[in-house]
């Protein structure tokens, strides 16, 4: 039926409700092929021409921001997803290999788009009553994979970042504002940022010239350190993947009376694994553990936990506003959700998590950590055997550091751009042993021999241009 002339056109369908899935499926279908589009334009890890070229595709196809009249759904998801995707870095691509940074697997994001649809606020019960108990249930199973305790407990984070900040955060008011921080060189940056937020002390930085922390120079800071101190180990470098050695470091921090967390947020899902978890021996007996499943969990961001052996270390996250957690209604039975995170608004991010854990399970979830650990170790094994690379070390995890010969600092740091401005490949960079190294982060668990003998064979040809 024609609506009468002058009739104002109805809103535009909303992503919920009984019609949501219908308003939804053929939009998807132009994200879809537009996602395909976009790849396939692209053609490799990273779009070629470098910042200027990338700036100028994105502004010709935005246009005008805030246009009067607007171009409809499908064009404009067609134009702008067509867009975002021809100038991605792609983790999908083999040969984008250069951060902590995961290609998702597609059953994540199939639950991340119903997270959205549905939009819960996991800011109080009821905003979020299936998905605060969904993140309860899981968060606590979680958190039982590391504590063997009675009532260990994790809270949701934003990542790696957000959760060794509510770490300091917890110990500093188990302690006080005098806490030290201690942490090796090759901690995650967010540590010692986290100290200057929170207003502690600056923190003490113990060299580490093997790349891990030594027990004996952590003992040598411990016996220096005057009042409470939190000991910040790492299980996973950012640079090289490295773990520092758990055990001794909480046989350390027992005799001194210190705390210890560890920054697992790369590393920590080794526990997993049959063939790599004795990696992370000592690990329980931390009083806090970061943990990132955008990593070596294969994601979407964000995806990261804290995880602490029982839930009362969390009291001092409690808050209080009437608005979203009423004392009346918590005495009724009205699940309190603001001590579960510093944010207010947030999103059901343990959906894509929970979908994940009954799709493939432990052991499916093992073999994509074994197969991505393996890659590593193969391509170590290439670069260690031709005679025109030089091999850092052999991964820990899935971080292979290596350099053309020969090569200065220069030329390396200027071939890695070339790389990237060719849009060929995408690879990091790290300093060890005073020296610049090309890093090649392998989190694809499809990267095949083939796809590292083409990086290889791709490194050989950019040395001698």
């Known amino acids: ?142 958190a039982a994979e590391y504590y063997d305790t009675p009532h260990p407990d994790a809270l949701v984070t934003t990542g790696g970042t957000e959760a060794n900040q509510l770490a300091l955060l917890l110990a500093r008011e188990r302690h006080g504002p005098r806490l030290t921080v201690i942490h090796g060189a090759g901690a995650h940056h967010s540590v010692p940022r986290s100290a200057w937020l929170l207003g502690l002390p600056p923190t003490v930085t113990v060299p580490t010239p093997a790349g891990v922390l030594d027990p004996a120079r952590l003992a040598e800071a411990l016996g220096r350190a005057d009042g409470p101190v939190l000991v910040t180990a790492t299980a996973g470098t950012t640079d090289a993947g490295l773990i520092d050695p758990l055990e001794p470091l909480a046989d350390l921090c027992r005799q001194h009376g210190a705390d210890l967390h560890v920054d697992a947020a790369y590393g920590g899902l080794l526990r997993l694994s049959p063939h790599h978890r004795h990696k992370l021996t000592g690990l ?86 074994d197969r991505t650990c393996a890659a590593a170790h193969h391509l170590a094994e290439l670069l260690e055997a031709h005679p025109g690379f030089e091999l850092h070390a052999h991964p820990t995890i899935s971080t292979v550091l290596f350099r053309p010969t020969p090569m200065d600092d220069v030329q390396l740091a200027g071939l890695r751009r070339t790389l990237l401005l060719d849009g060929t490949a995408v690879l990091g960079r790290a300093t060890a042993d005073g020296r610049l190294w090309l890093k090649a982060t392998l989190l694809n668990p499809h990267t095949t021999a083939g796809d590292l003998d083409t990086l290889v064979t791709l490194l050989e040809g950019s040395t001698h241009r």
Do not use: F
Request: with cysteine; net charge negative.
């Open 1 to 142: 039926m024609t609506p009468p002339p002058g009739t104002p056109p109805p809103p535009p369908p909303l992503a919920g409700g009984l019609g949501g899935a219908d308003a939804l499926r053929p939009l998807l279908d132009t994200v879809l092929d537009a996602l395909h589009d976009g790849a396939t334009e692209r053609a490799g890890p990273l779009p070629a021409g470098g910042p200027a070229a990338v700036t100028a595709r994105v502004t010709a196809a935005l246009g005008d921001v805030l246009p009067t009249r607007g171009a409809g759904d499908h064009e404009a998801l067609r134009t702008l997803v067509h867009t975002l995707a021809a100038g991605a870095a792609d983790p999908a691509d083999p040969l984008c290999a250069a951060h902590l940074h995961c290609p998702p697997l597609a059953v994540a994001v199939a639950a991340d788009l119903a997270a959205a649809a549905l939009n819960p606020s996991m800011d109080s019960w009821d905003q979020a009553p299936a998905a605060s108990t969904l993140e309860a249930l899981l968060t606590r199973a979680l």
């Open 284 to 369: 329980s007996r931390a009083q806090s553990i970061t943990l990132d499943l955008h990593k070596l969990g294969w994601q979407p961001v964000a995806a990261g936990l804290l995880a602490v052996p029982d839930s009362r270390l969390l009291a001092p996250l409690d808050h209080q506003a009437d608005y979203l957690n009423a004392t009346d209604d918590t005495e009724a039975g009205l699940p309190d959700l603001l001590g579960r995170s510093l944010r207010t608004t947030r999103r059901p991010d343990i959906l894509k998590i929970a979908v994940t854990l009954r799709s493939l399970g432990r052991d499916g979830l093992a073999d994509l950590i």
